[in-house]
């Protein structure tokens, strides 16, 4: 069964600095990864996704993230974070051996920044 | 591409009433996902369909909750004798593909009073 984890449920960053959130997956493939981003009253904004290829996906607002295979894991980082990049980020897993799977999500780690 | 499109945007309603959210996906995606999601908390994966057919409900799902997709366009998500533990915000999200990323609309908050 696929599964998502997020280790931080808060993390707390001042602006300017280095931003790297976790996000480790179970998935009996190589999974279709995703990260997307959910800003206070707003809906879910896709960020980024790895299919294949390359593992290291950039992604829109200066985001980036990459997938190690070895350690099932998808990293999303950032090298200097805006104000406005305090938000809620669900890391997500989604099918790639089987059309019946299904995208289910990390429970999220929401970012503050601070001046 | 007008997107993906919840109605109501916000619903109250007195414990033990049913009520019926409704989602339009993007024109043409196949794929049609509901969440359930409280404060703090993922997208809790409740159901989806390709095409008209429902492919997986969650087993945290009670026999209250049904979903419908007819002719695989819209689709709406019924729940019967709602109790309070139902508040959350409801999500819909479409895509073209099984291996596509999710276009997610603003949903629907239920307020079970």
């Known amino acids: 069964a696929q599964s998502v984890t997020q280790p931080d449920i808060h993390i707390t960053v001042s602006e300017g600095a280095s931003l790297e959130l976790r996000c480790n997956y179970s998935?009996?493939?190589?999974?279709?990864l995703f990260w997307y981003v959910q800003s206070p009253g707003q809906g879910l904004q896709l960020l980024l996704k790895?299919?294949?290829?390359?593992?290291l996906v950039q992604g829109i607002k200066g985001f980036e993230a990459e997938f190690k295979r070895s350690q099932s894991s998808f990293n999303l980082r950032k090298p200097s974070v805006h104000w406005s990049d305090a938000a809620e980020y669900f890391c997500?897993?989604?099918?790639?051996?089987?059309?019946?799977?299904?995208?289910?999500f990390g429970p999220g780690t929401s970012l503050s920044v601070i001046p | 591409d007008t997107g993906v499109s919840q109605n109501p945007r916000h619903k109250i309603t007195k414990r033990g009433q049913n009520v019926t959210f409704r989602c339009d996906p993007i024109?043409?995606?196949?794929?049609l996902y509901w969440y359930r999601q409280t404060l703090g908390q993922g997208p809790e994966f409740l159901t989806y369909?390709?095409?008209?057919?429902?492919?997986?409900k969650s087993r945290l799902l009670s026999d209250r909750f049904s979903a419908e997709r007819p002719k695989g366009s819209f689709s709406t998500l019924e729940i019967q004798r709602t109790e309070q533990g139902d508040s959350a915000m409801y999500l819909c999200?479409?895509?073209?593909?099984?291996?596509?990323?999710?276009?997610f609309g603003n949903g629907t908050r239920l307020t079970v009073t």
């Open positions: 999200a479409s895509s073209d593909s099984y291996n596509s990323p999710l276009h």
């Open positions: 998935y009996g493939a190589t999974p279709y």
């Open positions: 790895y299919f294949s290829g390359d593992t």
């Open positions: 997500a897993v989604g099918p790639s051996k089987t059309s019946y799977d299904k995208v289910i």
């Open positions: 024109s043409e995606h196949n794929r």
């Open positions: 369909f390709q095409n008209e057919a429902q492919l997986e």
